[in-house]
């Protein structure tokens, strides 16, 4: 909790320093607007999340209740990571270069910063496939904060993955968690790529939608 004061500090020096804006230029402010953003991102992600894994595994073993310690631990790591790279230096990075060239930016960071949180970068094939996957993925939350200009919606389409991801289906830094693997599907071939493909683009197709539906105009 601590490194999130400081990292809104820091993001309030940068935003003052740059631009003379307070925080509130990064919509952290609750609006019923806002609250939308964060279900149906929370929900959405969610859903994809669950369907990538049923799909990869068709039997769940039930190892351990969730406990609240766990679950603030996911919610602390997605709000460190969304201010660090959805943050501050996202929105000065849009003012400064423009949307196209600072989400890219950001989402680039967002998979470097993976490479090495994940430490894989001892193995080149492992490391560009996390970057292309996370940076896929960074590059999905940049532009949900720059179009509907509000931390909200990148912060539930990020939870809502990694409280399923980590916490439902044990994938991830905490181990094994509410359910762990009984079975592989054993999927090959074109079905195999096709559950991959899923993994990669759900997030981002629903992201796309969600901004049509809601925000009409998607700005790139």
């Not at 289906?169 to 559950?195: C, D, R």
């Amino acid at each position: 909790m601590v490194g999130i004061i400081v990292e809104l500090i820091i993001s309030w020096l940068l935003l003052w320093f740059f631009e003379k804006k307070h925080l509130t230029v990064l919509g952290i402010g609750i609006q019923p607007k806002r609250m939308r953003d964060l279900g149906y991102g929370l929900l959405g992600a969610a859903i994809c999340c669950t369907v990538y894994h049923m799909l990869t595994t068709i039997h769940w073993r039930l190892h351990k209740m969730i406990s609240i310690n766990v679950i603030w631990w996911v919610l602390k790591s997605v709000l460190f990571e969304e201010l660090a790279f959805r943050g501050a230096l996202l929105y000065i990075a849009i003012r400064k270069l423009g949307i196209t060239k600072a989400c890219i930016l950001s989402a680039l960071c967002f998979g470097i910063y993976h490479i090495f949180s994940y430490e894989v970068y001892g193995n080149p094939g492992t490391a560009l496939l996390v970057l292309v996957i996370t940076g896929i993925i960074g590059l999905t939350l940049a532009y949900a904060f720059a179009n509907t200009q509000t931390m909200y919606l990148p912060i539930g389409l990020h939870l809502g993955w990694n409280l399923i991801n980590i916490l439902v289906f044990s994938e991830g830094p905490l181990g094994k968690q509410l359910f762990v693997k009984g079975s592989s599907a054993g999927l090959t071939g074109i079905p195999s790529l096709l559950v991959f493909l899923l993994q990669i683009f759900a997030l981002p197709l629903f992201t796309a939608w969600y901004l049509k539906k809601f925000y009409k105009k998607v700005k790139l």
